[in-house]
């Protein structure tokens, strides 16, 4: 495949519209079906040149930090955080499903499209410090913002 480059999702017009055509492109290219994929991050693999992904860049992480490759909640977190361009691939659900049969904890969270938390453009799944119950993700707010509007 050929590098296309980074996109900045949160600059789209239509942010949304370009992460369902990505999903069918990729759904075509494998013969998978939609509704089997889910969409996971991989920080900091941006220039990654699979077909089943894109490239983002200036997303940012409210309510959490990402270390050692899964996120995690630390005693002094910082409100948000800059993420580093990273790759978004479409995943098959089974897939997804052995990585938690490996003893890795993994949630969804949304991704909004700016700070008003109005727009939600879809789920991405993330690693997560397993020893955090799961309602704690949800009373601290994490998600991940597409623009910030600075």
């Known amino acids: 495949a050929e590098y296309m480059g980074e996109v900045c999702l949160g600059m789209l017009l239509f942010p949304d519209a370009f992460i369902t055509a990505t999903r069918q492109t990729v759904a075509r290219a494998f013969t998978w079906s939609l509704e089997n994929l889910e969409l996971s991050l991989a920080l900091g693999s941006a220039g990654a040149t699979d077909d089943k992904g894109f490239n983002v860049h200036g997303l940012t992480l409210e309510g959490a930090v990402f270390e050692g490759g899964r996120m995690r909640i630390p005693a002094d977190v910082a409100e948000t955080s800059d993420l580093p361009p990273s790759r978004l691939t479409w995943v098959q659900k089974e897939t997804a499903s052995k990585i938690k049969q490996d003893?890795?904890?993994?949630?969804?969270?949304?991704?909004?499209?700016?700070?008003a938390r109005t727009t939600v453009l879809c789920q991405i799944h993330f690693e997560v410090d397993e020893k955090v119950p799961s309602y704690v993700w949800y009373e601290r707010g994490v998600c991940l913002v597409a623009w910030k509007g600075e």
């Open 103 to 115: 003893g890795k904890a993994r949630m969804a969270f949304p991704l909004y499209l700016n700070g």
